[in-house]
Structure formats: C-alpha cells, structure tokens
C-alpha cells in the first residue's frame, strides 16, 4: 500500500488549496480514505473521511462548511479542497487508507500573511 500527497504550501489567511493523494496497491475503489492533520506541539487529528463509493463524507467540527474532501475511483485519488483557510489550519496534512492502518508522507499546509 502507498499513499503520496501533494498540493500544499504557503496560503495566505483566506486563501485555497487543494490537496491530493494518490493511492497503489490496493483496491482503492473497495476502501474508505481519510485525510489527517498534525500541528505542532499536539496530536494527530481527523479532518474529513470518504466512504469507498463517495456517497457519505463526515468532517471535523472546525472544518465543515470549509472543506470538502471527494475521491476519483478510476485514478485512485481522494481530495482535499480547503476553503476560507485560518491560521490554526497550519499542519502537516496525512492521507490515510484506515482498513489497512497506512499512512501517507504528509504535505506541509501553512496559512500565514
């Protein structure tokens, strides 16, 4: 199983960004993908999960109605599209394929002016 992100960096406060996870070595159609992030000095948190079809998506409370995570089956990918971004968004963003507990690299989000 592999999971490589892409699609952060530096956005100022307001600002967009989409994030990408490319996913191998599995039936990525057949799981469920989540998105993770950690800022510094606390634990891992959930930002948003994907059901395998796409047809039910949860989100944490500090990012609903801000981000919108969805999946493309036919090129093993789950996105993160991050709206309104505030400077507590900073983290390293996790993909995750939680059935088989792996983890991507992380990408880098910092939202500062």
């Known amino acids: 199983v592999q999971l490589v992100e892409s699609g952060g960096g530096l956005v100022q406060p307001g600002g967009s960004l989409r994030l990408s996870c490319a996913a191998s070595?599995?039936?990525?159609?057949?799981?469920?993908m989540s998105w993770y992030r950690q800022a510094p000095g606390k634990g891992r948190e959930l930002v948003a999960s994907?059901?395998?079809?796409?047809?039910?998506?949860n989100y944490a409370d500090s990012t609903k109605g801000r981000f919108t995570i969805s999946r493309d089956n036919a090129r093993n990918t789950v996105y993160l599209q991050m709206n309104s971004l505030k400077p507590d968004d900073t983290a390293v963003y996790y993909c995750?394929?939680?059935?088989?507990?792996?983890w991507g690299q992380g990408t880098q989000v910092t939202v500062s002016s």
């Open positions: 995750s394929a939680p059935w088989y507990n792996a």
């Open positions: 070595g599995f039936t990525f159609s057949s799981h469920r």
């Open positions: 994907i059901s395998n079809a796409g047809s039910i998506t």
